[in-house]
């Protein structure tokens, strides 16, 4: 387990070391402002590539070549981001590590929920997640002092020792159930090609058209037509899952069955709303009160460390009482009263005690919503669809995430140039910030009435952020409310990775529905893709 947790972490330590090292980076290389944009946005669509059919594929051929492919892909361009000498060999870099990220993420949950019972995979998962909120903290203090003292090549090499000590130890550690072969036949015969192309091109042109419209503006053709072409295409895919007679990516009853479906779409509100908090309020520290990257940082640590302590704790409540949705309310109520307590109190001058005060308080809301989610969507459907309905979670956390980059960075690029045109002497030309200089040269104005209108509209753009944060994670509230209770007592799948088995056990609705009923129901679901798969293999005979 603690090598699982390392590869998480070396993945979600990825994201937040390079952000900061980033603007060094632009400047070493000469990067263009497109270019600056591709150096996240490739990663992402790597990422999107790999997500939607870790789960099924890895039904098929084991979770250890997936999860030992993802590991040694993520290690090799690592290495070759920080050897890189240009922008273009970056950019492909980091696209191919994404694919390697991407399926860290996944397969780690998904191998987590294999080893661990449903009702103890809240505190493991917790746990895990734990591990992601102190590379969140690590991530732009490492990013600082390898800028600043050594080199920002550092920020992809310290990957590497790590990736190839969770790989050894992985290797004689891991012990899953081996998994019936699948020839290339059958597997030809039974995949889901179409609903994968689907789901790539959809999570492709949806992440092109916001880093587009983050560039330019949305009323631009490359951003509103390839964001409406991923959208159709995104629509092709699920309707494709109903009607397909192959093993679908997705399970259709993660879109029929109302609570996983509202606590999907839940998920990927509230990525919208967590990944870009967690890139603007170092901007807040930087832009308002004038501190470093690497102060920016130290200033991130209340926030990291309660998020992680809170979803360890959301994890041990449903481990040891059961309590799932009452927890995930909580979080969405507590976060939505946080981000409106920013958008009061968050101004110029911004006092530090008010600061941490509401930073626990974000940390305790935003770290109980983040897995809890997951367990729900895991406990609601058939132990087979285990697998494929972790992938979704995370491809449409990972979606929501670089949506909400876009427009959060859109939101405030916008509200910074109106409100610095109506500063006299200063100019409409200021943006964003993208290095320290440019914060600073905030705080090398002049002291007087223009400093302080400069430094005061920078913090109220930032508010009409947390506003709109704040209304997302009301609406997830809202909309998780009319949901049912699912009992996580069942156990996970005793043949685990073999998808012609059907003798998991179910999850029971605590309703007051017939079990009987209900089991018999599942027990027909359970028992199709077997068919699936053993039709094709009596064809192939």
Not at 240 to 252: A, D, G, I, Q, S
Not at 315 to 326: A, D, E, K, Q, T
């Amino acid at each position: 387990m603690p090598a699982i947790g390392l590869v998480l972490f070396l993945s979600a330590l990825d994201g937040t070391i390079v952000s900061t090292a980033l603007p060094t980076i632009s400047e070493r290389l000469n990067l263009t402002p497109a270019e600056y944009s591709w150096v996240g946005s490739s990663y992402m669509i790597g990422m999107s590539v790999t997500t939607p059919f870790n789960g099924r594929l890895s039904d098929i051929v084991g979770r250890k070549p997936m999860l030992y492919s993802a590991i040694i892909t993520f290690t090799i361009f690592s290495a070759i981001c920080g050897a890189s000498v240009n922008a273009t060999m970056l950019i492909v870099a980091r696209a191919f590590q994404g694919l390697g990220g991407g399926s860290l993420v996944a397969l780690t949950l998904i191998v987590v929920s294999d080893i661990v019972p449903v009702h103890q995979r809240g505190y493991y998962q917790g746990a895990i997640g734990g591990a992601w909120g102190v590379a969140s903290v690590a991530g732009p203090i490492l990013g600082g002092v390898f800028t600043e003292k050594a080199s920002w090549r550092w920020c992809f090499y310290v990957n590497l020792p790590f990736c190839v000590a969770a790989l050894v130890i992985l290797f004689y550690t891991l012990n899953l159930n081996p998994v019936k072969k699948t020839s290339l036949a059958v597997l030809y015969r039974t995949f889901d090609f179409l609903g994968l192309f689907l789901l790539i091109a959809g999570s492709i042109l949806i992440i092109i058209g916001f880093s587009n419209a983050a560039d330019h503006t949305f009323s631009q053709p490359s951003a509103y037509g390839t964001i409406i072409g991923g959208v159709i295409a995104m629509a092709g895919a699920i309707i494709n899952f109903f009607y397909t007679e192959r093993v679908p990516l997705c399970p259709p009853d993660l879109f029929r069955r109302r609570t996983p479906l509202l606590f999907l779409l839940s998920s990927f509100v509230q990525a919208i709303a967590f990944l870009p908090s967690s890139y603007l309020l170092p901007q807040l520290f930087q832009g308002v009160r004038g501190v470093s990257a690497l102060g920016a940082g130290v200033d991130m640590v209340p926030f990291a460390v309660i998020c992680s302590v809170s979803m360890m704790a959301a994890g041990l409540i449903n481990s040891y009482f059961r309590i799932v949705r009452p927890v995930a309310w909580f979080g969405y109520a507590l976060s939505a009263l946080t981000f409106g307590l920013m958008y009061r109190f968050f101004t110029y001058p911004l006092d530090r005690g008010i600061q941490v005060g509401l930073l626990i308080l974000a940390g305790i809301g935003t770290g109980v919503v983040i897995q809890v989610p997951m367990l729900i969507l895991q406990a609601a459907l058939p132990l087979k669809d285990m697998a494929a309905v972790t992938s979704a979670w995370t491809l449409t956390r990972s979606l929501g995430g670089s949506i909400g980059l876009t427009i959060f960075t859109a939101v405030l690029n916008t509200q910074l140039r109106a409100k610095f045109s109506r500063i006299q002497g200063y100019g409409t030309a200021f943006t964003v910030p993208r290095d320290t200089n440019g914060y600073a040269r905030l705080h090398r104005l002049p002291d007087g009435p223009m400093k302080d209108q400069v430094l005061n509209a920078f913090a109220s753009s930032l508010g009409l952020c947390w506003i709109i944060m704040a209304a997302m994670y009301a609406l997830c509230l809202v909309g998780t409310l009319p949901t049912k209770s699912y009992s996580t007592s069942h156990k996970p799948a005793v043949h685990q990775n073999d998808v012609t088995e059907s003798e998991d056990k179910k999850p029971g609705e605590i309703d007051g529905r017939n079990q009987a009923e209900l089991t018999r129901l599942e027990d027909e679901k359970t028992d199709m893709p077997s068919r699936q798969i053993e039709k094709a293999v009596i064809s192939e005979v």
